[in-house]
């Protein structure tokens, strides 16, 4: 069975995305069918266009962010079933290897295994899809252990945005950091993971959450899923640092850097308090840029962590984040600034590289 479907792509660095007509075959064993209700944009699927990333595979199939329906499914296939709504996960859960088994990493050993597979294809030639996904297409094909089911009864264009902007923030602060009831939390950058990572110390009953972005529009969105105090560090007089100590009374319990800057890194380490200081490290630093630390920084007994998914396992515990968005206590909506069709979809990255939109989500 192969099928004609429209994706958005890259074809090589400093260019625009594009969209276009591609094949698609259907699932072999152990396969899945999916037709994507919904896809958000990630600063990660513009970084195979921008300039910012290292890749020579082109042309490829971007998105990783996305919730469907599961049309088909190929031989052997157990855990979800035609008519089912999922969620396609980036990091497989295959369920036996070592990190799986245990409760200390989601970073199953298969998604570092390269795949040869290629389901779509454009003028008889395999095309790559980014995370074997491609949910910037309105249908995909992926191994079962990449697929998530949840309930049938909570919006596919809402809870999209779980599959890595929710899961790698509310995982950093619920499954990495474990923060704690009461304690204060600092985060810098408030995109969509940081808003995230805002909306996990807000579940987990942080006392103080201070949102630190230098885009003065994004306050109110802030303040609304759980900041306390908002600083924009262009018009702060004084040291950044400085002032978080003082708001926190000595130092932060906790701090998340989202954007992935080596100052900000710095800055992250710095605030947080002397003795127990928990660090997590989301964004990715472009290039060779490295990080920069004062020797005793983490020796004055500062934790420093880096989180990927905010270590949620992907078919088993993804689940319980969308319970907590049926349950009201996520406000995933909020995250949501504009939605699109899948051919406008340069435009929705252009409002995500200036800062206007929080997160975009491509309507099918």
Same mark, same amino acid.
């Given at each position: 069975?192969?099928? @004609?479907?429209?994706?958005?792509?890259?074809?090589?660095?400093?260019?625009?995305?594009?969209?276009?007509?591609?094949?698609?075959?259907?699932?072999?064993?152990?396969?899945?069918l999916?037709?994507? %209700?919904?896809a958000?944009?990630?600063?990660?699927?513009?970084?195979?266009f921008?300039?910012?990333?290292?890749?020579?595979?082109?042309?490829i199939?971007?998105?990783?962010?996305?919730?469907?329906?599961v049309?088909?499914?190929?031989?052997?296939? #157990? #855990?979800v079933?035609?008519?089912?709504?999922?969620?396609?996960?980036?990091i497989?859960?295959?369920g036996?290897?070592? *990190? =799986?088994?245990?409760? %200390?990493?989601?970073?199953?050993?298969?998604y570092?295994?390269?795949?040869?597979?290629?389901?779509?294809?454009?003028a008889?030639r395999p095309?790559?899809?980014? =995370?074997?996904?491609?949910?910037?297409?309105?249908?995909?094909?992926?191994?079962?252990?990449?697929?998530? @089911? +949840?309930?049938?009864?909570?919006?596919?264009?809402? +809870?999209?945005?779980?599959?890595? &902007?929710?899961?790698t923030?509310?995982?950093?602060?619920?499954?990495?950091a @474990?923060?704690?009831?009461?304690s204060?939390?600092v985060?810098?950058?408030?995109?969509?993971?940081?808003?995230?990572?805002?909306?996990?110390?807000?579940?987990?009953? /942080? #006392?103080?959450?201070?949102?630190?972005?230098?885009? *003065?529009? %994004?306050?109110?969105? &802030?303040?609304?899923?759980?900041?306390?105090?908002? +600083?924009?560090p262009?018009?702060? @007089?004084?040291?950044i640092?400085?002032?978080?100590?003082?708001?926190?009374?000595?130092?932060?319990?906790?701090?998340?850097?989202?954007?992935?800057?080596?100052?900000?890194?710095?800055?992250a380490?710095?605030?947080?308090? +002397?003795?127990?200081?928990?660090?997590?490290?989301?964004?990715?630093?472009?290039?060779s840029q490295?990080?920069?630390?004062?020797?005793?920084?983490l020796?004055e007994?500062r934790?420093?962590?880096?989180?990927?998914?905010?270590?949620?396992?992907?078919?088993t515990?993804?689940?319980?984040?969308?319970?907590?968005? /049926?349950?009201? %206590?996520? &406000?995933?909506?909020?995250?949501?600034?504009?939605?699109?069709?899948?051919?406008d979809?340069?435009?929705?990255?252009?409002?995500?590289h200036?800062?206007?939109?929080?997160?975009?989500?491509?309507e099918?």
């Amino acid at each position: 069975m192969g099928l @004609k479907v429209r994706a958005g792509f890259a074809h090589g660095q400093n260019t625009q995305i594009e969209v276009d007509d591609f094949d698609l075959e259907g699932p072999r064993e152990g396969e899945v069918l999916i037709e994507l %209700k919904a896809a958000g944009l990630c600063h990660t699927d513009m970084s195979f266009f921008d300039g910012s990333r290292d890749w020579s595979d082109y042309p490829i199939i971007l998105g990783h962010e996305g919730a469907g329906i599961v049309r088909d499914v190929g031989r052997g296939v #157990s #855990s979800v079933r035609p008519g089912d709504h999922v969620i396609p996960v980036a990091i497989p859960e295959c369920g036996e290897c070592r *990190p =799986c088994r245990s409760s %200390k990493s989601n970073l199953c050993d298969q998604y570092f295994i390269p795949t040869p597979r290629r389901p779509f294809s454009r003028a008889g030639r395999p095309v790559r899809a980014f =995370c074997e996904l491609g949910t910037f297409s309105n249908m995909i094909v992926v191994r079962e252990m990449q697929v998530t @089911k +949840i309930r049938n009864d909570v919006p596919l264009d809402v +809870i999209c945005c779980i599959g890595c &902007a929710g899961a790698t923030g509310v995982g950093s602060a619920l499954y990495t950091a @474990k923060v704690e009831a009461g304690s204060s939390v600092v985060v810098f950058g408030l995109g969509g993971i940081g808003l995230n990572v805002v909306e996990g110390a807000r579940i987990a009953g /942080a #006392s103080t959450i201070i949102g630190i972005d230098t885009n *003065p529009g %994004k306050e109110a969105a &802030a303040r609304a899923v759980g900041v306390t105090h908002f +600083i924009n560090p262009v018009t702060l @007089k004084g040291d950044i640092v400085g002032h978080i100590r003082e708001l926190t009374d000595g130092g932060a319990d906790y701090s998340f850097e989202c954007v992935g800057h080596r100052d900000l890194v710095r800055q992250a380490v710095e605030c947080t308090r +002397i003795g127990w200081g928990t660090i997590v490290s989301i964004g990715i630093l472009p290039g060779s840029q490295e990080m920069v630390l004062r020797p005793r920084s983490l020796q004055e007994g500062r934790h420093l962590t880096g989180s990927y998914l905010g270590n949620v396992k992907t078919r088993t515990q993804l689940p319980e984040l969308v319970e907590l968005y /049926a349950d009201g %206590k996520l &406000a995933l909506d909020d995250l949501i600034s504009h939605r699109i069709g899948l051919e406008d979809i340069a435009k929705g990255f252009s409002m995500l590289h200036d800062g206007v939109a929080r997160r975009v989500v491509i309507e099918f």
